[in-house]
């Protein structure tokens, strides 16, 4: 995913003379740290790109508290000339009261009453509405500019009309008419949605009993299967999902981490997703200990290795996956905590190898830990084999050759570039905090 944020005080690249991607960013967090969009001290920059050509880069851009409870933030447009390297006043990004009451007429019919800030994702701003027609609903309307709104609106639309909502339940969406077109004009796109009442799953899971874990993850199993049955074009590519009026249903190239695509192998994609790890290992700050010690090994044999792919991981099935249907983006019932009410914020939607989201259901397994590899859960294993026991077919392909060959590139992948330890770290808390880092590239490594 595009969107970064980096601490106060990190080393960043330096500028050439026609600014690159690369030295733009730098730009940009150097302005955002020294207050062009508010206090920076003790925050982070949150960041992403939204579009570049030749002449300018133009991004959206926040600080973000690393602490505290979820809360709106503000968001703003910065615009850097390539040339004369020039950082524009940023623009707020927001949702003036006359367009929002506009937007919800054009898609529910309905007149405003209300407009307040919301939870915000980290590529939108939210906002929870409430109308005069009908005091009993709300509505969630966000300001994407990553997403392509119009394929979110067809892709959950779909989910909505064709899987059993007591597995995949998605909120109601209500396209507004004619927003493909604006959003091509103006880099973002509006979102209306049914609010949905309930809980957060990763703010209660860790507290559930591990009875109600058992059922939550069951459930959460087969709202994923439901997702990977889904009929995708042939021949099946690896790409992004997108749904536009031009050419209906297909698969384009990969958004999620801007690998380049659509990839018609498995091969091919597996070595793109290397290759990007390494690049963003290379440009990681705050592990230079674990860069002395393994980023030239890695290099040498990315370089000469990486044709060593076997052929048998073509074999992997490619499904249609939401690439972040983490718990983050679960809602459940705030009365009853094992009941999923919604699966929202279906901005990355993919069609990849099945078990290109096995971090994500690990996670239903390990405690959130800043090194993205938490200490198991007591009883972690039944909980795992209550996952895929509810979708024996998946656990059956988790046997076969096709998927333990593509799970090695994989995690071999994704594992390269930790997380940066605390800055007070000694050398052996630095060791414990890469340790499965170590162990899955010394493993590959050792291989060859």
């Not at 968001?75 to 367009?99: L, T």
């Not at 997108?242 to 209906?248: C, V, Y």
């Not at 905090?433 to 490594?445: A, D």
Request: charged share 20%; net charge negative.
């Amino acid at each position: 995913m595009s969107t970064q944020v980096l601490p106060q005080g990190a080393a960043t690249p330096t500028s050439t003379q026609l600014l690159g991607q690369d030295a733009a960013a730098a730009k940009l967090l150097e302005y955002a740290f020294a207050g062009g969009i508010g206090a920076a001290e003790g925050r982070g920059v949150c960041y992403s790109l939204i579009s570049t050509s030749p002449s300018t880069f133009i991004w959206s851009v926040a600080l973000e508290d690393f602490d505290g409870p979820p809360a709106p933030i503000d968001r703003y447009v910065v615009e850097i000339d390539r040339r004369s390297k020039q950082v524009f006043p940023p623009q707020p990004v927001i949702i003036p009261d006359a367009e929002m009451a506009e937007a919800i007429f054009a898609a529910t019919g309905q007149c405003l009453a209300s407009a307040a800030r919301f939870t915000d994702g980290a590529l939108s701003i939210s906002y929870k509405v409430t109308v005069h027609d009908d005091p009993d609903i709300a509505y969630v309307v966000q300001l994407r500019h990553h997403g392509r709104v119009a394929s979110m609106d067809y892709f959950m639309n779909y989910v909505a009309k064709n899987i059993d909502p007591r597995i995949l339940p998605v909120p109601s969406v209500y396209p507004i008419p004619g927003e493909q077109q604006r959003q091509e004009a103006k880099g973002m796109g509006r979102q209306v949605t049914r609010f949905i009442a309930g809980e957060m799953a990763d703010s209660v899971y860790s507290t559930l009993s591990h009875g109600d874990k058992l059922i939550l993850v069951r459930r959460v199993a087969l709202a994923m299967q439901a997702c990977w049955r889904i009929p995708l074009p042939e021949p099946r590519l690896i790409g992004e999902i997108i749904w536009d009026e031009a050419n209906g249903l297909h698969v384009g190239p990969d958004r999620h981490y801007s690998l380049g695509g659509p990839f018609s192998s498995v091969r091919e994609y597996l070595r793109a997703h290397i290759e990007y790890s390494l690049g963003a290992l290379e440009k990681q700050q705050g592990i230079e200990e674990y860069k002395e010690r393994f980023q030239d090994r890695i290099k040498r044999f990315v370089d000469c290795h990486l044709d060593e792919i076997p052929s048998v991981v073509e074999d992997i099935p490619i499904v249609a996956v939401h690439s972040d249907m983490g718990l983050h983006n679960v809602i459940l019932s705030s009365d009853k905590p094992t009941d999923i009410r919604a699966v929202i914020d279906w901005e990355f939607v993919a069609s990849t190898p099945y078990a290109s989201v096995n971090s994500m259901i690990e996670g239903l397994f390990r405690k959130p830990a800043n090194n993205l590899f938490g200490a198991e859960y007591d009883s972690a294993d039944e909980l795992r084999n209550t996952f895929w026991n509810s979708i024996p077919e998946w656990k059956q392909q988790n046997q076969s050759e096709a998927t333990k060959e593509f799970m090695k590139w994989f995690r071999f992948s994704q594992f390269m570039q930790p997380a940066a330890p605390p800055s007070d770290a000694s050398e052996s808390e630095k060791q414990a905090f890469w340790q499965e880092n170590i162990r899955v590239v010394e493993s590959m490594l050792s291989r060859y």
